[in-house]
């Protein structure tokens, strides 16, 4: 399976941060964001990764996370000149996803519960349709709404309803069989003039081959699109990090937990990175498994 994180758009919402600098590389608590969407790609045993951004910000990817080899990953790039909609990722990155699968997250979510990678890896595994992940909020008019019958089936998908059907936000991950990228090819630009990531999914859901899975309370799902959410992710990630210590979306250290990279590596890294706390952590971790 390949994956794709969405990193495009001009952040207008946090202005004045964003004027110079991508949203996804501002920090949630210790950490650049887009750490977080490619930590739950990794989680899922991903390896092969499309970051995708706008003309003027993939330099500072590139420059951030290179080709990926030191993670035991391979990152390619490529850009989206306008924000014409989440599906269009999908069109841009067709070369990429080639004849596999692909997991497609946005660039400003954080997931975090345990048992998530197993979750992820399970989700991940012989894709036949596509996989949307559902997650309970007090206000889904906001957001792209899944209802689900009985059974636990998807039965209906609203983008931002009035009445929405259910408390089920369908968050920024994806996954999807091969064949999303002729229907993202089909999709025509909505009203606000974009390619929406919801017209997909009910593609999808009309052939019978869409499901959700509920995320339920044991997990956190966060959107960092705002000034508030984006200090909120901040001070949830620091909480946790202080109390458990360890760290969430730690690139180096799931790369080791993963296999991708042996503890010399993680220990070398963590070297690199002078007397930052994060540096000394990987040491730690690195040396422990000794």
Same mark, same amino acid.
């Given at each position: 399976m390949k994956g794709i994180v969405l990193a495009g758009g001009s952040g207008t919402r946090l202005y004045p941060l964003t004027h110079a600098v991508s949203k996804h590389l501002l920090p949630v608590y210790n950490k650049p964001m887009i750490y977080y969407p490619l930590s739950v790609l990794m989680l899922g045993?991903? #390896?092969?990764? +499309? $970051?995708?951004?706008?003309p003027s910000h993939i330099s500072l990817f590139r420059e951030l996370l290179g080709d990926g080899s030191h993670l035991g990953l391979s990152v390619e790039y490529a850009e989206q000149p306008r924000a014409n909609g989440i599906a269009e990722a999908l069109v841009i990155g067709e070369k990429f996803i080639g004849d596999d699968s692909v997991? +497609?997250?946005?660039?400003?979510?954080?997931f975090h519960g345990p048992g998530l990678s197993a979750l992820l890896s399970d989700q991940c #595994?012989?894709?036949?349709?596509? $996989? *949307? %992940? &559902?997650?309970?909020? #007090?206000?889904?008019?906001?957001?792209? $709404? &899944?209802?689900?019958?009985d059974r636990g089936e998807l039965v209906s *998908?609203?983008? #931002?309803? /009035?009445?929405? @059907?259910?408390? *089920?936000?369908?968050t920024g991950l994806y996954i999807y069989d091969n064949g999303v990228v002729d229907i993202a090819r089909k999709v025509r630009p909505s009203a606000r003039g974009e390619l929406e990531i919801t017209d997909v999914n009910q593609v999808y859901l009309q052939q019978?081959? =869409? @499901?959700? /899975?509920? *995320?339920? @309370? &044991? %997990? =956190?799902?966060?959107?960092?699109?705002?000034?508030?959410?984006? +200090?909120?992710?901040?001070?949830?990630?620091?909480?946790l990090e202080e109390r458990q210590g360890v760290r969430? =979306?730690?690139?180096?250290?799931?790369? %080791?937990?993963?296999? %991708?990279?042996?503890?010399?590596?993680?220990?070398?890294?963590?070297?690199?990175? &002078?007397?930052?706390?994060?540096?000394?952590?990987?040491?730690?971790?690195?040396?422990?498994?000794?």
């Open positions: 045993g991903i #390896k092969d990764i +499309l $970051v995708i951004s706008t997991a +497609l997250i946005l660039g400003d979510n954080i #595994k012989n894709v036949d349709g596509c $996989v *949307l %992940f &559902g997650y309970a909020v #007090k206000d889904p008019e906001r957001y792209g $709404v &899944g209802e689900t019958d *998908l609203e983008e #931002k309803p /009035v009445n929405p @059907r259910s408390n *089920l936000a369908i019978g081959r =869409a @499901r959700m /899975v509920d *995320l339920g @309370r &044991g %997990f =956190a799902w966060l959107d960092t699109g705002t000034h508030d959410s984006l +200090l909120q992710a901040g001070q949830y990630v620091q909480v969430i =979306a730690c690139l180096e250290e799931i790369a %080791f937990r993963m296999g %991708f990279i042996d503890s010399a590596a993680c220990y070398a890294l963590g070297g690199q990175l &002078g007397n930052s706390d994060y540096g000394s952590y990987l040491m730690a971790i690195a040396s422990a498994d000794h």
